[in-house]
């Protein structure tokens, strides 16, 4: 019988990369950091617009959930473009 493997996500290879311990601090022993709410808020509404002329979006979607079932891997993106030739481009905001 075998075992399913949890999904782990974008934020903690991140953190993993950054320090292993912080993964160990929130998946292991379950301890959140504090989330600054005025960053947040001022992130939410702010538009990829340098980039938005070069890639001349024929679509563009918003805080896009990804999931990798072959790499156990999940996250979500600020914004997806999806460009006139069929690409798409994931946009991170910071």
Do not use: W
């Not at 939410?44 to 001349?56: D, S, T």
């Amino acid at each position: 019988m075998s075992e399913e493997v949890p999904f782990i996500t974008v934020v903690d290879v991140r953190d993993y990369a950054y320090c292993p311990r912080v993964v160990y601090f929130t998946r292991v022993l379950h301890l959140r950091e504090r989330v600054m709410e005025y960053g947040k808020e001022q992130q939410g509404e702010v538009p990829p617009a340098p980039l938005m002329p070069r890639l001349r979006p024929a679509k563009v979607m918003k805080e896009i959930e990804l999931t990798s079932y072959r790499l156990k891997l999940n996250g979500k993106v600020d914004a997806m473009v999806v460009t006139r030739h069929g690409e798409y481009v994931p946009v991170d905001v910071k």
